[in-house]
C-alpha cells in the first residue's frame, strides 16, 4: 500500500527523533530539532553518536530527498511530529496555532495586502512558526520580508529548522516582545497572542495599556507593541480571546484602539475549532492610522461557520468579497 508524502517525511522525522531521543536523553521535540537540523544540513551533526546510530540515522534520512516535495507537505509532516512531541507536556498559551486558523489568516492577509506586489510580515509570537509558514506557504506570488519573534529557545529553534526545511527565509529573534525589538515597522503584523498576565511589572510600565494594580495583561501589550512595529496604513491580524472586550481592562483598550487604528473587523470562529468552547476565540483586524488612511464604512463583524459546512462557507466568503467591495 502507497503512503502520502506527507506520511513518508512524518515516518523519517518520527523514527530519527525516537533515536535521537533515546541517545541523547532528551524530549522528543529537542530530538527533533536535532533531526530537522541534520535533515537541513544533509549531515550528522551530534557527533557524540556513536557510528552504529549515524548508520541508523543515515538509513532514514536516505528514504526522502525534502527537495522533491511541495513546501506545504514538509510543513504539515513537521507540523505532525511537534504535535506528537507537545503532547506530552506543553502549556495551553504555548500551543501551534492549527493550520484551520491559518488558512482562514491567510485568506484574509491575501485579501488586505492585494494591491502589494511586496510586503513585510512579523509575528512577534511565532511560536514553532505553524501560523507564520502556513501563510507564507499559502501567499506565495508575492515578495514577503519576514519576521518572527519569540520568548521560548526550544519553540523558535523548531520555528527555524521548520523555516529551513521549507526554504523560507524567515528572520528570528529569541527574546521577549516585550522588550525593545531590533525590528523596523512592517505593513503587516500577525499574532496568535499569548493571554494572560505579564509577570514582568517594571518591563510594563512603559506601556500605556499597562493595569494600574497588579500584573498588566500580555495580550493587551502585544497589541500596543505590535502596533508601534507597524507602518501607518498597515495591517493587524490577532487570534483574540472572544472576551477581549469584556474584561476591567477592556475601556482602557478601547479608547487605545481608537485612538491609533481603524478597526477593520472581528471574525469569530466556530466553537468546534476548540476544545473548550470557553475558549473559543475571533479574529481582530486593524489598521493603523495615518495620513489619507480612512476606516471602512462598516466595520468586518461575522460569525465563520465550521470550515467543513462548504455551502455556509461559500455564502461567508461572498459575503466578506462584497464587503471588500464596499469598503476598500
Ligand atoms: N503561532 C504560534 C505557532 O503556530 O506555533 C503559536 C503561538 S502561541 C499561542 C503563543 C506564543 O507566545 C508562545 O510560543 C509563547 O512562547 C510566546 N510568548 C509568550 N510570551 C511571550 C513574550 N513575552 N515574548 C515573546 N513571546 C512570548
Known sequence: MSISPMETIFNVLNETS???KDELNCTYLEALSETGENLFHGDIIQDELSELTKKRLKKQYERINLSAFSKEEVRKSYQLAILK???DNVQSNHQMTPDS????????????????????????????????TTILNQIDDKEITSYGVDIDDLLIKLAYIGANLQSQPIQF??????????????????GDLPVGFYPNDLGSQKYI??????????????IEQSLKHTKSGGYLFFLIPNGLFESEEAPKLQRFLSEHVYIQGVLQLPESMFKNPNA???????????DEIK????????KLPTLSHQQAMEAMIAKIEKWFDENK
Open 173 to 190: 529573534f529569541n527574546q521577549d516582545s516585550l522588550e525593545h525589538l531590533f525590528i523596523d515597522p512592517v505593513d503587516v503584523v500577525v
Open 295 to 302: 476606516g471602512p464604512k462598516q466595520v468586518l463583524m461575522a
Open 209 to 222: 495599556l499597562k493595569s494600574e494594580k497588579g500584573h498588566s495583561y500580555a495580550h493587551h501589550l502585544f
Open 18 to 20: 525516537l533515536i535521537l
Open 280 to 290: 473559543a476565540k475571533s479574529i481582530l483586524i486593524l489598521q493603523k492610522k495615518g
Open 101 to 132: 486558523i491559518g488558512l482562514v489568516m491567510s485568506y484574509l492577509i491575501k485579501k488586505f495586502t492585494d494591491k502589494a506586489e511586496a510586503f513585510s510580515l512579523l509575528d512577534p509570537a511565532v511560536g514553532t512558526g505553524n501560523l507564520l
Open 85 to 87: 512531541g507537545m503532547r
